[in-house]
């Protein structure tokens, strides 16, 4: 597909974010270039195929699993034999949009559920894009794995709860496999108790590890338009002195409402000189008026503009 130069350059750009850059810049990365989809398919799929970093080629499946183009889905099949499990298992799950209605992905995905000879974590993959299927689908499958591999299928079909809080990752892993299904209350539970160990959490960096976490778990809930946990999300814009992980900003554009807006600004006027987060609020506080159908005249529209001038453009 030819692109424009000018596009061209931009998905450069992002493409080297996702190579070099800090995590909360490979996450805006990820974001646009999903936006940017099928122009971007060829760049992040010579990414893959580069000596990158796993945690370089695991952005580019990232992104390519929000694109719907063939190339993406052909790029997603050829890693999944990649040496790298984590590679692999992103490369399985990047074929979630396609396992229903391509029978040559299905047979692969399944095919990699029942092989013992790989990691779990690729094996797991596949049991998780398994388990959005019908159970009839799925039950032979199970019947196949064996006893001794019970604790993997219980895991890709919902019976995992987070019970432990130990890990950062490990909690987005399970919100990113069961935050669509799991009970809201439990998405919600997972909040308070991570923000109890982000607050209490000595480093910087494990701090913000625990935030993202937080994060990708306020997205789970607004995906769902759950508003359940708004309260937290208010009070982490209020709080922020920086860039917060794109999640927030994800969840508050699809279930903030006009209370969110003054923190928003907040953290707007905070931002300083960081430009791609302030512009980032603006578009997310823009889509909360829009959504809410929020008039010139409404009192919290008035204080912003008076109050922020260049928040809401």
């Not at 160990?197 to 306020?218: D, K, V």
Request: net charge neutral.
């Amino acid at each position: 597909m030819v692109i424009r130069t000018s596009t061209a350059r931009q998905v450069e750009t992002l493409v080297a974010q996702l190579r070099d850059g800090a995590p909360v810049h490979r996450d805006a990365a990820i974001a646009r270039l999903r936006v940017i989809g099928a122009r971007a398919v060829d760049r992040l799929t010579a990414l893959l195929r580069s000596d990158a970093p796993d945690v370089a080629r695991t952005a580019a499946l990232t992104a390519l699993e929000a694109i719907d183009d063939p190339r993406a889905r052909d790029a997603a099949l050829a890693a999944i034999d990649d040496e790298s499990a984590a590679v692999s298992a992103a490369a399985i799950g990047a074929l979630r949009s396609w396992i229903a209605a391509d029978a040559g992905v299905l047979d692969t995905v399944t095919a990699i559920a029942l092989d013992k000879s790989r990691p779990s974590a690729p094996r797991l993959a596949a049991l998780d894009l398994l388990a959005d299927l019908p159970r009839g689908v799925i039950q032979p499958v199970l019947q196949q794995i064996g006893v001794e591999d019970a604790a993997l299928a219980e895991r890709a079909t919902g019976r995992e709860a987070p019970a432990s809080l130990d890990e950062p990752a490990g909690i987005r892993d399970w919100i990113a496999k069961r935050g669509a299904r799991a009970p809201l209350s439990e998405v919600h539970d997972a909040i308070a108790r991570i923000a109890a160990r982000e607050s209490g959490e000595p480093s910087g960096r494990r701090r913000q590890e625990w935030q993202a976490a937080r994060a990708a778990a306020h997205h789970a809930l607004a995906r769902r338009d759950s508003r359940v946990a708004l309260y937290d999300l208010r009070e982490t814009f209020e709080a922020a002195s920086s860039p917060l992980p794109l999640d927030f900003l994800n969840a508050v554009t699809l279930v903030g409402d006009a209370s969110c807006l003054e923190p928003m600004a907040r953290a707007w006027e905070a931002g300083g000189d960081e430009l791609w987060w302030r512009d980032r609020l603006s578009e997310a506080a823009r889509a909360i008026v829009a959504r809410e159908k929020l008039t010139a005249r409404h009192g919290v529209v008035k204080r912003l503009r008076a109050k922020h001038p260049g928040f809401l453009g």
